[in-house]
C-alpha cells in the first residue's frame, strides 16, 4: 500500500523553480519529516526536514534557495525550490516518521548510506529533478 507519493519533478534550466509535493497517508505523516536528494553514485543527502518542535531547517547547500513547508489539513509535505543549480540535480525523496538515534533537527545535511536508510521509516519513491546549466 502506497504511504509516501511524491510529485512534481521535472527538468528546468538554471535559475529556475520547481516545488515538489509529498503527499502522506494519514498514519504516516509525522512530527518529523524530510525531504532528501540522491545523484547517481552518490550518498542520500538531507535537504530539510521540518520538525513540529523545532521548525524547518536547510542543508547549508540549500539555505536561502529552498523552502520545505506542510499542510496537515491534507497531510502534505512540500519543498519549494527557487534558484536551481546544476549541482541540484538528482532523485528527490520524501521521508516520514524519524527513528533514529540524533535528533531531527540534525538531519539537514546527513549524507547516508542504504544501511542508514532506517532511520526514516518511510520513504516515498522519488520524483527526479534535473537542472541544466
Known amino acids: 500500500q502506497v504511504q509516501l507519493v511524491e510529485s512534481g519533478g521535472g527538468s528546468v534550466q538554471a535559475g529556475g523553480s520547481l516545488r515538489l509535493s509529498c503527499a502522506a497517508s494519514k498514519y504516516v505523516y509525522s512530527d518529523c519529516m524530510a525531504w532528501f536528494r540522491q545523484a547517481p553514485g552518490q550518498e542520500r543527502e538531507g535537504v530539510a526536514v521540518f520538525d513540529t518542535n523545532s521548525g524547518p531547517r536547510y542543508a547549508p547547500s540549500v539555505t536561502g534557495r529552498f523552502t520545505i513547508s506542510r499542510d496537515s489539513a491534507k497531510n502534505t509535505l512540500y519543498l519549494q525550490m527557487n534558484s536551481l543549480k546544476a549541482e541540484d540535480t538528482g532523485t528527490y525523496y520524501c521521508?516520514?516518521?524519524?527513528?533514529?538515534?540524533?535528533?531531527?533537527?540534525?538531519?539537514?545535511?546527513?549524507?547516508?548510506?542504504?544501511?542508514?536508510?532506517?532511520?526514516?521509516?518511510?520513504w516515498g519513491q522519488g520524483t527526479q529533478v534535473t537542472v541544466s546549466s
Open positions: 521521508a516520514a516518521h524519524f527513528v533514529g538515534a540524533s535528533m531531527c533537527a540534525a538531519v539537514p545535511g546527513l549524507r547516508i548510506s542504504r544501511e542508514r536508510f532506517g532511520i526514516f521509516e518511510f
